[in-house]
């Protein structure tokens, strides 16, 4: 029968090209072009065949780039194969070809459908003189006529089995159903043959025992031929009427059957008209009704569905076709449809497809779609179980693990994290894990690699293999250090608490984790003598940090009192500063512990144990104290104290360290390691290493109640007074004054220690805290400067010793440089002037020296009143001054000054009259001490004044410059580039250098 459906479809398809009736006129074929509207709506599969020639036509006439366009426009359609199309006939011939033959080819009136039937022999004897006529060696040679009567005799065969083959499915159709019925009710097979309709009881074989015997139903589903094999007694014959097939139960009430199952109701009747007239023409007469049973959709409407299985059938079948066609916004609404099916159809190959369907569904999900997919994901894989979830389920993941579009990887990334829990435990720990490395390290996209820790994360919380941990370190590892802040930020949050937590079962933070990352931070820093890599000594401590509450829960689950912490009467309340706030839920110290509750009574336990009854036999806080602490402090030891970077990132560390562990912990064991320490090595240099500003920051600023601020101001006070009487470096009192000074809350508490300094009987003392006013001034409000700071100035101005009042010029500067109220500026004024007029001080050389310093520091940002009244005149009177100088050394070293001072306001405005009465004349001065003491200065100094000179002269012709810098815009580029090299080769300060191309803001 195979043979004679083969030789069924050679007739069609030649008949598509032969018949003579279909041809179209020229005029016709003509009118496609010019009035497409009389064509039909192009059909999906016509678009998808069209979509794949027109794609050939491209390569092959080197339109390549159109030809990538047009891929990318249709993603769902593979244009390298055929198949793909979805069309069950050979490749047809490239565009071109149908082209060139479109004149010979024949359009038939409607649609013909594929249809494989079973053939009769009597029928295979009338067809074969009929095939011996249509496959001559050339077609040409029928005649029109007889074309004509072939393609009207073959329609009607067509029609015939047509109608022969739905009445067959049919019948199919409804015993399929009641088998599934009986099946599920659990009925025998001769209950079943009782049941059937008496128009079945005349059949010869009524005996239950001949049940054996089947039927063969030949049947045809979209051209896939399927031999049904049924009982004899339930086979129904092709030709019995739709209302007097086997489709009700007689015996239903007495075998207690619902009357509400779909299988279960009873035979449909309709009423018959009584008339006479003869089927045949019935028949015709019904013909009119225009029903299209013919076609895919046509034959899909002309049947209902009556049990689960065959609604699962023809979803899978309806499916495929209704997503291209459904606006890709609104694509999820297939979703739950797309996952019942895929559930629920009995074919893997159907399965395979509609989960291709679901994951290629929306072409570049957004976050709302990507979510919708996944909570389908995660309901397929409870209801269908891991076997089929890793069977199903991660090949369509591992498909698309490169696809072109971030949202489609990103769906990968996330979709290993979501399936994880429903996952066999050896997919977890192998295929999963190696995907997400592997798109850990190559993708470029930072959603994606964020996506990816976060699914590692929860990776971490399932696996159980602990051969897979030195993995887990090594992705640790890579995922602190990526690039992006967005995957760094995820790694703390998600990623490392979820690796503690396996790690602590494994028994290895204390062991391995921790330990680890403080000989890195060690190497790090033996490695950095000339130059530390301060982005990963970020990395490596931040990741201690967020390791801290892990710690703190370790040593709660491990200490002699957990096995009493039992939940009973009132728990007490666990105060809401205790700890500090978490960057995630997972480092939250009571969601590590279970709950709220149990830790509040742990934290109660906790607080007694160690004021009372001590750590003896408490291995894992003892590890904390004897082991940990001491590493710890080393490494602060050796850190560069002027490093503004790595106080901060080790003050946060200890504070939240201190914070974490509670106040008694700080109190008893903190102090008591960092004080051993202090105090031992008070003569080795310890109070100028960054173990002062970070025991100050860090520990000390835990707790803010009252004898807590009063042991950080006695500590500073105790370090300025040491360092200064020692005569030290002040380094690691400045490093505690910028950190602490970040911090409105200290401000007053450090203007306190300040005032300490500034009544302090020692000069040295005093002088020090002179020039810690200097850091203090810009970060405190108008009103303390003026209300605490300037007040303590001008004492320390009219300090006996002169090198007080000369401490106290770079303060008085930067007020200048960062207050703008007129009250406070005019003071400060009149104390500088006092310091350059008092006849005292005329030969004072230090006082000179910081004056000129400070002018060229704060004179480009300083109100600009303030400058052009004051700084450049005193600037200029400096200058003719040093002239008269007799010791060169004096003399030179005031010119340097001088220079750096002139060359950073250089690019300030400087109006015409300042600039011929000042700015030149002081240039004029200072290079006449150049010329005897350093010709390369008096070189760049010539070229500036020349011509300054020049512009001056040139003033009323040109336009003016607004607020450039006269200066500046006076030097040439030639004489630009050469006063920039020997500013380079010049002994000059960093910070006057850096002035030098700064505008007034």
């Known amino acids: 029968?195979?043979?004679?459906?083969?030789?069924?479809?050679?007739?069609?398809?030649?008949?598509?090209?032969?018949?003579?009736?279909?041809?179209?006129?020229?005029?016709?074929?003509?009118?496609?072009?010019?009035?497409?509207?009389?064509?039909?709506?192009?059909?999906?599969?016509?678009?998808?065949?069209?979509?794949?020639?027109?794609?050939?036509?491209?390569?092959?006439?080197?339109?390549?780039?159109?030809?990538?366009?047009?891929?990318?426009?249709?993603?769902?359609?593979?244009?390298?194969?055929?198949?793909?199309?979805?069309?069950?006939?050979?490749?047809?011939?490239?565009?071109?070809?149908?082209?060139?033959?479109?004149?010979?080819?024949?359009?038939?009136?409607?649609?013909?459908?594929?249809?494989?039937?079973?053939?009769?022999?009597?029928?295979?004897?009338?067809?074969?003189?009929?095939?011996?006529?249509?496959?001559?060696?050339?077609?040409?040679?029928?005649?029109?006529?007889?074309?004509?009567?072939?393609?009207?005799?073959?329609?009607?065969?067509?029609?015939?089995?047509?109608?022969?083959?739905?009445?067959?499915?049919?019948?199919?159709?409804?015993?399929?159903?009641?088998?599934?019925?009986?099946?599920?009710?659990?009925?025998?097979?001769?209950?079943?043959?009782?049941?059937?309709?008496?128009?079945?009881?005349?059949?010869?074989?009524?005996?239950?025992?001949?049940?054996?015997?089947?039927?063969?139903?030949?049947?045809?589903?979209?051209?896939?031929?399927?031999?049904?094999?049924l009982p004899v007694s339930d086979a129904v014959d092709s030709t019995t009427p739709k209302e007097n097939s086997s489709d009700s139960f007689p015996q239903r009430e007495r075998e207690g059957i619902p009357s509400s199952s779909p299988s279960s109701k009873s035979t449909v009747h309709f009423d018959k008209p009584n008339r006479k007239l003869s089927p045949a023409f019935h028949q015709a007469l019904l013909s009119f009704c225009r029903m299209s049973a013919d076609s895919r959709l046509g034959s899909e409407v002309s049947r209902i569905a009556d049990s689960e299985k065959s609604v699962m059938l023809m979803l899978g079948r309806c499916l495929p076709h209704i997503v291209p066609n459904v606006l890709l916004a609104k694509r999820e609404e297939l979703i739950p449809l797309i996952l019942c099916t895929a559930?629920?159809?009995?074919?893997?190959?159907?399965?395979?497809?509609?989960?291709?369907?679901?994951?290629?569904?929306?072409?570049?999900?957004?976050?709302?779609?990507?979510?919708?997919?996944?909570?389908?994901?995660?309901?397929?894989?409870?209801?269908?179980?891991?076997?089929?979830?890793?069977?199903?389920?991660?090949?369509?993941?591992?498909?698309?693990?490169?696809?072109?579009?971030?949202?489609?990887?990103?769906?990968?990334?996330?979709?290993?994290?979501?399936?994880?829990?429903?996952?066999?435990?050896?997919?977890?720990?192998?295929?999963?894990?190696?995907m997400l490395q592997q798109m850990l390290m190559e993708d470029k996209a930072d959603l994606v690699r964020e996506a990816v820790i976060k699914s590692l994360g929860i990776i971490m919380g399932y696996i159980d293999d602990p051969d897979k941990y030195q993995q887990g370190f090594e992705l640790l590892l890579s995922a602190l250090g990526d690039p992006s802040e967005r995957v760094v930020s995820a790694t703390h949050q998600v990623f490392l608490p979820a690796y503690a937590a396996w790690t602590t079962e494994l028994g290895n933070l204390q062991s391995h984790l921790i330990p680890t990352l403080l000989n890195?931070?060690?190497?790090?820093?033996?490695?950095?003598?000339?130059?530390?890599?301060?982005?990963?000594?970020?990395?490596?401590?931040?990741?201690?940090?967020?390791?801290?509450?892990?710690?703190?829960?370790?040593?709660?689950?491990?200490?002699?009192?957990?096995?009493?912490?039992?939940?009973?009467?009132?728990?007490?309340?666990?105060?809401?500063?205790?700890?500090?706030?978490?960057?995630?839920?997972?480092?939250?110290?009571?969601?590590?512990?279970?709950?709220?509750?149990?830790?509040?009574?742990?934290?109660?336990?906790?607080?007694?144990?160690?004021?009372?009854?001590?750590?003896?036999?408490?291995?894992?806080?003892?590890?904390?104290?004897?082991?940990?602490?001491?590493?710890?402090?080393?490494?602060?030891?050796?850190?560069?104290?002027?490093?503004?970077?790595?106080?901060?990132?080790?003050?946060?560390?200890?504070?939240?360290?201190?914070?974490?562990?509670?106040?008694?912990?700080?109190?008893?064991?903190?102090?008591?390691?960092?004080?051993?320490?202090?105090?031992?090595?008070?003569?080795?240099?310890?109070?100028?290493?960054?173990?002062?500003?970070?025991?100050?920051?860090?520990?000390l600023t835990c707790y803010i109640q009252e004898e807590d601020r009063k042991l950080l101001v006695g500590f500073l006070e105790d370090v300025m007074t040491l360092l200064s009487l020692s005569h030290a470096p002040l380094d690691s009192l400045k490093a505690s004054f910028v950190e602490l000074g970040a911090n409105p809350a200290y401000h007053e508490l450090l203007l306190t220690v300040l005032w300490y300094g500034v009544v302090h009987t020692s000069a040295l003392v005093r002088c020090t805290a002179a020039r810690m006013f200097e850091l203090l001034v810009k970060g405190v409000n108008e009103t303390l400067v003026a209300q605490r700071v300037v007040p303590a100035l001008i004492t320390l101005s009219s300090d006996p010793e002169i090198s007080v009042r000369i401490a106290t010029i770079p303060a008085f500067g930067t007020i200048m440089e960062t207050v703008i109220q007129r009250e406070l500026l005019e003071r400060v004024k009149m104390q500088l002037a006092s310091f350059l007029e008092d006849p005292q001080y005329q030969d004072q050389h230090s006082l000179h020296t910081e004056i000129i310093k400070t002018f060229g520091r704060v004179g480009p940002n300083a109100e600009p009143r303030f400058r052009d009244e004051f700084v450049i005149p005193h600037l200029h009177k400096l200058a003719l001054v040093n002239n008269l100088q007799i010791v060169d050394s004096k003399r030179l070293d005031i010119a340097t000054h001088l220079f750096e001072a002139y060359s950073a306001l250089s690019c300030c405005f400087i109006s015409e009259d300042l600039m011929v009465n000042h700015f030149l004349p002081g240039l004029r001065c200072l290079r006449t001490d150049m010329e005897h003491l350093s010709p390369e200065h008096e070189v760049i100094l010539s070229s500036m004044i020349k011509e300054c000179e020049q512009k001056v002269e040139n003033k009323n012709v040109q336009e003016p410059q607004g607020s450039m810098s006269i200066a500046a815009s006076l030097v040439s580029e030639d004489t630009k580039t050469k006063f920039l090299n020997k500013m380079g080769q010049l002994t000059t300060s960093g910070a006057m250098l850096a002035n030098v191309f700064q505008r007034k803001k």
């Open 520 to 699: 890195k931070i060690e190497k790090l820093l033996r490695e950095g003598e000339h130059g530390l890599d301060e982005h990963k000594l970020h990395m490596y401590l931040s990741a201690l940090q967020s390791l801290i509450p892990s710690l703190f829960a370790l040593v709660l689950q491990n200490a002699p009192f957990s096995s009493k912490a039992k939940l009973h009467g009132e728990v007490p309340q666990i105060e809401v500063t205790r700890f500090p706030r978490p960057m995630s839920p997972l480092q939250d110290v009571s969601t590590i512990i279970g709950s709220r509750e149990q830790l509040a009574v742990l934290l109660q336990l906790y607080d007694y144990q160690l004021e009372h009854e001590g750590t003896t036999g408490w291995e894992s806080l003892l590890w904390v104290v004897n082991q940990l602490l001491p590493q710890l402090i080393e490494i602060v030891g050796k850190i560069n104290v002027t490093s503004t970077a790595c106080v901060h990132e080790f003050s946060r560390f200890f504070w939240r360290l201190c914070r974490t562990f509670g106040k008694i912990f700080t109190n008893t064991k903190t102090f008591k390691n960092i004080l051993i320490i202090l105090d031992s090595s008070a003569g080795n240099g310890v109070l100028t290493k960054a173990t002062v500003p970070i025991y100050a920051t860090g520990v």
């Open 1 to 229: 029968q195979g043979w004679d459906i083969f030789k069924c479809k050679i007739v069609k398809h030649y008949l598509y090209f032969l018949s003579p009736e279909h041809e179209v006129p020229l005029q016709e074929r003509k009118n496609y072009k010019s009035s497409p509207e009389i064509q039909e709506p192009i059909k999906p599969l016509e678009k998808r065949a069209l979509n794949f020639l027109v794609n050939e036509f491209l390569l092959k006439n080197n339109y390549k780039l159109t030809s990538i366009t047009f891929s990318d426009e249709n993603d769902d359609q593979d244009f390298e194969l055929w198949d793909d199309v979805g069309l069950n006939i050979p490749k047809p011939p490239d565009l071109l070809q149908l082209y060139r033959d479109f004149g010979n080819h024949q359009v038939t009136a409607k649609d013909l459908v594929d249809v494989a039937s079973g053939v009769e022999e009597d029928e295979l004897e009338a067809l074969t003189p009929v095939l011996g006529t249509i496959l001559p060696p050339t077609l040409d040679t029928l005649q029109p006529v007889e074309n004509s009567l072939l393609v009207q005799k073959l329609e009607d065969k067509i029609s015939l089995l047509n109608n022969e083959k739905w009445s067959l499915m049919e019948q199919i159709r409804r015993l399929e159903s009641e088998m599934d019925f009986l099946k599920n009710e659990h009925f025998a097979v001769p209950a079943v043959c009782d049941l059937v309709q008496p128009s079945l009881d005349q059949s010869p074989h009524k005996d239950s025992k001949d049940s054996g015997q089947s039927a063969v139903v030949n049947s045809s589903d979209e051209g896939i031929n399927k031999n049904i094999h």
């Open 343 to 434: 559930c629920l159809h009995p074919e893997p190959k159907e399965r395979d497809q509609l989960l291709h369907i679901l994951f290629n569904l929306i072409k570049r999900p957004d976050d709302e779609q990507r979510q919708m997919i996944l909570t389908g994901c995660v309901a397929f894989a409870r209801h269908v179980g891991p076997t089929r979830v890793e069977a199903e389920l991660l090949p369509q993941c591992w498909e698309q693990i490169n696809h072109k579009y971030p949202e489609r990887r990103l769906l990968v990334a996330e979709s290993c994290g979501a399936l994880a829990p429903y996952l066999p435990k050896e997919i977890r720990s192998s295929l999963v894990l190696s």
